[in-house]
């Protein structure tokens, strides 16, 4: 979708390709967020002892960007993605789709993401009212329990990576 698929490892990709853990994160752990040249470009902290699930996306200096809390007095599975100012995104799952999974994301600026295909396998992609915001799967990295996230020019790296933490969150609850 976005460029050639590249047999190297992920090595030396395109730095907008995210190398992302399946299945490594649980609330209380942390882990980093790879560019596609191998660079720790975000952690992800794992905040334990906390009534809501909560996740921090940082720098690697260890400046907050994003806060992510699972809201749990919801129908729907709703998670909301905060900066310093408040709600940036609020990600919920569809209640009932026949084919895939289905999630939206409304954003505080007025637009909203929709998210589809095959998410238990890091299969799918966000798209948006002007095109496709991003590309997740397995194609660029060759690495078990690995799977990318390919963020289109122009968008907010670390808000799509948000939001791709809270499908994996939600798509695999028994972490």
Same mark, same amino acid.
């Given at each position: 979708m976005? &460029?050639?698929h590249r047999d190297d490892g992920g090595r030396g990709a395109d730095p907008s390709v995210y190398q992302m853990r399946q299945q490594m994160l649980s609330i209380g752990d942390d882990f980093w967020i790879e560019n596609g040249a191998g660079q720790r470009v975000f952690k992800v902290d794992g905040k334990a002892l906390r009534i809501h699930k909560t996740l921090v996306l940082e720098t690697?200096?260890?400046r907050q960007l994003y806060r992510i809390e699972h809201r749990i007095v919801t129908i729907k599975e709703t998670w909301t993605i905060e900066d310093d100012a &408040?709600?940036?995104a609020t990600v919920k799952k569809a209640l009932f789709t026949p084919l895939h999974e289905r999630y939206s994301v409304e954003l505080r600026s007025?637009?909203?993401w929709d998210i589809k295909?095959?998410?238990?396998?890091?299969e799918y992609e966000i798209d948006g009212p002007g095109g496709t915001i991003a590309t997740v799967g397995k194609k660029w990295f060759h690495i078990r329990d690995t799977y990318g996230v390919r963020v289109a020019p122009g968008q907010d790296d670390a808000l799509v990576?948000?939001?791709a933490i809270v499908v994996d969150q939600v798509s695999h609850p028994a972490r």
């Open positions: 976005f &460029g050639r690697p200096d260890g &408040g709600t940036v007025g637009g909203e295909g095959n998410i238990v396998d890091h990576l948000a939001v």
